[in-house]
């Protein structure tokens, strides 16, 4: 042990950052693999600092879901196999999410075998979590949302992982009518694929179609009020109230909008593990109320304070999110944070299948966003901040509601 720690320059002693992932590579490089069987160990009352038997691989930890997911495994004694790309320090905060030695780390490589089933080897159950927002020099669509997740099913059915557990995404497969980009929303189209990619190799694969998220560093609530979506207009010589800020909508947001906690499809996705009779269904995440998409950013703008504009058709939008792409290919840098596949998705409204269960058949209700939205935005409106004892900015009006998800029609 006396060789694996090292001194910091205040003399006090450090751990490596990475000594987690030797016990992966330790019980990987076993003689008799079959005699490290963690299910079968003494089981605890269920806290953290017990072992519940489940031994739990979460690909995509870094994302949203997946740090809220690798939280609530950990609360339950779950031993979590958290794999990584990148730097060490950039999962290390999820040490902290479990008991002593029930968080693990290991890299991998999307592309690699060896590295996958290494991470799989000794899972009971399985969670894909991995997805793109935009695609990159080095990933497409494809490559992870389809392609990758086609390698994680097999590499799980043959190393005989119990449960599989891959979030999709909801109108996973939809084809858009390509307005904004031609072809439609690839983004759409790679996660339906991916559907069948992984029903092929892993036929008893559980399916989670989650909406969009609702927390903390969301990409809903940033994506709308930063600065990749919004677009400036100077009027010096307009009358009236002035907005250098715009937010355009197609259509002036008549699409429909069903956001969903992280907390609730967490939930789900911890009730489907646990119930063997999921194995092999679809589930659908969805939020208890649908919304018109307008309707939901003029709620977020109100709650965030400044002045933002909501007008109709992208105008100048398209050009300038085109040009942010071709200079992202060409220079490498920096990564889009609006992309013309994003606009495209925005215009396909959120779809209920009445044929496929929801978060209601897993045993959880799903909880109002709107009070979460305005936890999360209040600290922008009000000046004395979220801990201050001010009065707090007054809440707007919630939006208008379309419809109960029960009652949605495909």
């Known amino acids: 042990m006396a060789a694996l720690v090292k001194f910091t320059k205040a003399g006090a002693l450090r751990v ?40 739990v691989t979460v690909f995509g930890c870094k994302g949203t879901l997946g740090y809220n997911l690798a939280n609530r495994l950990g609360k339950i004694g779950s031993q979590v196999i958290i794999p990584y790309r990148g730097e060490p320090s950039e999962v290390r905060d999820l040490k902290l999410m479990g008991d002593l030695g029930q968080i693990l780390f290991n890299p991998i490589e999307l592309r690699d075998e060896d590295s996958i089933r290494k991470v799989c080897q000794y899972s009971s159950v399985v969670i894909n979590c991995i997805g793109k927002e935009y695609e990159t020099l080095n990933y497409t669509y494809d490559d992870v949302h389809n392609k990758g997740a086609r390698l994680i099913a097999r590499i799980a059915q043959e ?26 929303s690839q983004w759409l189209i790679s996660k339906g694929e991916g559907e069948e990619s992984v029903k092929g190799e892993f036929p008893n694969a559980t399916i989670i179609r989650p909406a969009e998220f609702i927390d903390t560093n969301d990409y809903f609530t940033t994506y709308y009020l930063g600065r990749g979506r919004y677009i400036r207009r100077f009027r010096p010589f307009r009358q009236g109230t002035h907005y250098p800020k715009v937010i355009p909508l197609h259509n002036n947001g008549e699409a429909i909008r069903m956001p969903v906690l992280v907390r609730d499809v967490s939930m789900g996705i911890i009730a489907a593990m646990r119930d063997p009779s999921t194995a ?38 398209i050009n300038r999110v085109a040009f942010r792409e071709k200079v992202y290919h060409t220079l490498k840098f920096p990564y889009p944070k609006c992309t013309l596949d994003k606009l495209e998705r925005e215009t396909v409204s959120d779809c209920l299948d009445p044929s496929l269960p929801t978060l209601e058949d897993l045993g959880v209700t799903p909880e109002n966003i709107e009070d979460t939205i305005y936890f999360l935005l209040r600290s922008y409106a009000d000046p004395s901040g979220i801990f201050s004892d001010h009065i707090r900015a007054r809440k707007p009006p919630t939006p208008d509601i379309i419809f109960d998800t029960l009652q949605t029609q495909h």
């Open 16 to 55: 490596p950052e990475r000594l987690a992932s030797a016990f992966v590579v330790k019980r990987h490089q076993a003689t008799q693999p079959t005699d490290i069987n963690l299910t079968n160990y003494k089981r605890g009352t269920g806290g953290r600092s017990s072992f519940s038997g489940l031994v």
């Open 159 to 184: 190393s005989g992982v119990q449960r599989l557990i891959h979030v999709s995404a909801l109108n996973a497969g939809h084809r858009s009518d390509g307005k904004y980009r031609p072809g439609g």
């Open 280 to 317: 092999g269904k679809t589930y659908q995440c969805v939020g208890p109320h649908a919304y018109k998409l307008g309707d939901l950013v003029k709620f977020m703008v109100a709650c965030h304070g400044q002045k933002f504009k909501v007008e109709s058709g992208y105008g100048n939008l």
